[in-house]
């Protein structure tokens, strides 16, 4: 059971256009939301994190979307650049319980930007 | 020095065989988890464990066996290998602000 559904699978942008990702999930008590990079032999980074309380959270030209009602967030990449290019993670979780801490990830986007 | 270890990086084994995947941590989290990435399906949880005498089992626990010597030290076993046990594997720990830190990954092929 797929609780985190990530989309597109592959994503190709030029250099200096905006990248976009989207995550939907179904467990409403999710209550944390980040985003890992990895590049290409390395493991995952967290990149950018946010919880319910506010719909959008920027960090340079990282954006995360999120809307709590349609059960969806999205990572936005502004002004892409070839040093972007990797796989991303979305991912949830919740706080309290035994779930504390455990998280749960989308099945990935490859992103390729062209010079 | 890297804050997660993993050892071997590469393994190439036969079925049937059993084989164990190290992990060492320098971060000091009490949390520690294994993580297999397979192609479009991103990462799956193996294994958890929230301290030394705390072990549970994740999403795709069958075929696993974890065994957490110390706080820096988790280790996954696998007791009889089966090729679609062939991936890339991640240990993890978590700080109490929830971040996860992964190891470099060990690449799994079972033949």
């Known amino acids: 059971q797929q609780q985190v559904k990530q989309s597109p699978q592959s994503l190709i942008v030029q250099k200096g256009g905006i990248s976009i990702i989207n995550c939907a999930y179904e467990n409403t008590a999710f209550d944390y939301f980040p985003w890992y990079q990895q590049f290409p032999g390395k493991g995952p980074a967290l990149l950018i994190a946010i919880r319910p309380d506010v719909s959008e959270k920027k960090e340079g030209r990282f954006t995360i979307s999120f809307n709590k009602s349609a059960k969806q967030f999205s990572l936005h990449i502004m002004d892409s650049q070839p040093g972007d290019s990797a796989t991303y993670f979305c991912?949830?979780?919740?706080?309290?319980?035994?779930?504390?801490?455990?998280?749960?990830f989308g099945q990935g986007t490859i992103l390729t930007v062209h010079p | 020095d890297a804050d997660v270890t993993q050892t071997p990086r590469n393994r190439i084994t036969k079925t049937g065989k059993r084989i164990m995947l190290e992990c060492s941590q320098t971060?000091?989290?009490?949390?520690m988890y294994w993580y297999r990435q397979d192609p479009g399906l991103g990462l799956r949880l193996i294994y958890y464990?929230?301290?030394?005498?705390?072990?549970n089992k994740g999403e795709i626990s069958d075929g696993y066996s974890v065994s957490r010597q110390a706080q820096a030290k988790f280790s996954l076993s696998l007791e009889s290998a089966i090729p679609n046990q062939t991936a890339l594997y991640f240990c993890?720990?978590?700080?109490?602000?929830?971040?996860?830190?992964f190891g470099p990954g060990t690449r799994l092929l079972v033949l």
């Open positions: 464990s929230f301290d030394v005498k705390d072990i």
């Open positions: 971060k000091g989290h009490d949390r």
């Open positions: 993890a720990t978590s700080d109490p602000h929830e971040t996860q830190y």
């Open positions: 991912a949830a979780s919740m706080r309290g319980g035994t779930s504390y801490g455990k998280l749960t």
